[in-house]
């Protein structure tokens, strides 16, 4: 269908009510990166290492911005991709605790070369280390978790495994079993669920948009309308996604289940469930509304796709167009 046809301050401040966001960064073979914060009295946590990161301000549209904005502001770091990697409690040596949400992701730079604005310092350390330093047990947890979930070798060893799923022709491997990762706590690798936007116009043509070069996520390359579920129903999501990023307005019940990708997009991430639906029906013209993520936006036949394209997207296009509902990429 075509769009006119009609409807349907410091790393943890110590505020509970506030949302906090901190980046657990590694380097791919088993360091992370610890900031060292000023030895201050009335600072979360004075004197001892701890994760980047900080509170969300008015000006925030995401957690994902307000991390990304503590990194920048804090040591002048950019991190091409970060992936949701937990929700928790952090709770300080006094006892004190608030709410934090966790973001990974990977680097192997200099620490001593960044531009660090607040605290002592930053440095690698690998998780044996953790005992010998002053840190809130949350934190020292966390990084132990990751590193149990993640081994260094499978880190290192990831790229070339993704590398070598994701030039396999769409649909020809063979489904396989995978092991399920749990911590010593028993506790399973949740996957991030993303959810993203079919939509085809009277020609057959579908809807792409072209990432912005400084996007998080994939600059310079042609991905479906897509965003995270932010505690609502996977096509709650999309209905939301759709308005906020192209203006588009699509009644959930026009909505259908067209195909999924299960797959390890980034080493050292965790596993990611990408869900596509399709709509048949909407109304209004996609418009750029969120400029800092998407520059253009075009309607492409799917035999002549543009490129550069997210790997997974345009599996997720040859997968529609031959009838099946599963892909799998990235798995070893």
């Not at 259908?256 to 639906?277: N, S």
Request: hydrophobic share 40%.
């Amino acid at each position: 269908m075509t769009q006119d046809i009609p409807p349907l301050t410091s790393a943890l401040p110590p505020a509970h009510g506030q949302a906090n966001a901190s980046a657990l960064i590694h380097d791919g073979a088993g360091a992370y990166l610890l900031h060292l914060r000023d030895d201050i009295p009335g600072i979360w946590e004075p004197g001892a290492w701890s994760l980047l990161g900080g509170g969300r301000e008015p000006g925030d549209r995401s957690l994902e911005e307000t991390v990304r904005r503590e990194l920048q502001e804090e040591a002048g770091l950019s991190i091409p991709h970060l992936a949701p990697f937990a929700e928790e409690e952090a709770r300080a040596s006094d006892g004190t605790s608030v709410p934090i949400h966790l973001f990974v992701g990977q680097w192997s730079g200099d620490p001593a070369a960044l531009p660090l604005t607040e605290g002592v310092m930053l440095h690698w350390f690998r998780p044996e280390t953790l005992p010998r330093l002053r840190m809130a047990q949350s934190t020292r947890d966390l990084i132990r978790r990751h590193a149990e979930m993640f081994p260094a070798a499978t880190l290192s060893g990831a790229a070339s495994s993704t590398t070598a799923a994701t030039t396999a022709p769409a649909g020809r491997r063979t489904p396989r079993p995978h092991t399920l990762v749990r911590t010593d706590a028993g506790k399973a690798v949740l996957n991030v669920i993303g959810v993203h936007l079919y939509l085809e116009n009277s020609d057959g043509e579908v809807l792409l948009g072209l990432r912005h070069p400084d996007s998080a996520y994939a600059g310079s390359t042609w991905h479906f309308l897509a965003g995270h579920c932010e505690q609502e129903s996977a096509v709650a999501c999309l209905v939301r996604e759709a308005q906020e990023e192209a203006g588009l307005v699509i009644d959930p019940r026009d909505v259908e289940y067209a195909h999924a990708v299960h797959l390890v997009d980034t080493p050292g991430t965790p596993p990611r469930m990408q869900l596509v639906f399709r709509a048949h029906r909407w109304r209004g013209n996609p418009e750029i509304r969120e400029p800092d993520k998407c520059s253009r936006w075009g309607w492409w036949h799917p035999q002549a796709l543009p490129q550069p394209i997210v790997p997974y997207t345009r599996a997720a296009i040859d997968g529609i167009q031959a009838g099946r509902l599963y892909t799998e990429r990235g798995w070893s």
